[in-house]
């Protein structure tokens, strides 16, 4: 029975989540521990589902109500959208690699391997990094994909998160549900 108590007590002490960090840019990184180790959420408003007072949110963003994902709101991504960005901070005490994950939907099918989707790292003017999404002949509904920026040499810094299309496919558009930032302690 004490064994029973233990391991619950355990459990719960571990789905505690610590407070926020106090802002030091536009957006507010928000700090969570598990039983598997502590992380920075960075991107303030991931869903796209409105804005918070913290933070100066997405710039550019075109907002649909979709249904290939399970929020009412996506990013959208099309031959006239353009780029959307977000500022955020990278705390000092973070370690590690800055990973990214979005779960988003290819609408349409993209016929060349100029369909992608871009996103990069700015720190004021100069891209420090970039991943490409390719998405030749993935038609695809919701889904999620992880990718990593690499070590954290960013600790500290003020970073800007830059997303476009580049499409040659006519028709194709990607909906993104959410996107965020991981940073680790």
């Known amino acids: 029975m004490k064994l029973t108590r233990l391991m619950l007590a355990l459990v719960l002490f571990s789905l505690v989540v610590t407070p926020p960090v106090a802002a030091q ?23 796209f589902s409105g804005t918070q ?20 709101a996506a990013a ?16 000092a005490d973070s370690v590690g690699s800055l990973d990214i994950a979005l779960e988003f939907a290819t609408i349409g099918t993209p016929t060349s391997l100029s369909d992608k989707i871009v996103l990069e790292l700015y720190e004021g003017t100069t891209l420090r990094k970039r991943i490409i999404i390719y998405t030749l ?20 810094k003020n970073l800007q998160l830059r997303v476009r299309g580049i499409y040659l496919t006519p028709g194709v558009s990607y909906h993104i549900n ?8």
Do not use: K
């Open 76 to 91: 959208v991504l099309s031959p006239s959208s353009g780029t959307f960005t977000q500022n955020f901070y990278v705390p």
């Open 137 to 156: 002949n993935s038609a695809t509904s919701c889904h999620r994909e992880d990718y990593s920026f690499g070590t954290n040499t960013f600790a500290g």
């Open 25 to 47: 840019s536009s957006c507010a990184p928000v700090s969570y521990c598990l039983f598997a180790g502590c992380w920075y959420e960075l991107l303030n408003n991931s869903n």
């Open 53 to 72: 007072a913290t933070c100066t949110n997405w710039n550019g963003v075109g907002l649909t109500t979709s249904s290939q994902c399970y929020n009412s």
């Open 178 to 185: 959410w996107m965020q930032i991981f940073a680790y302690l």
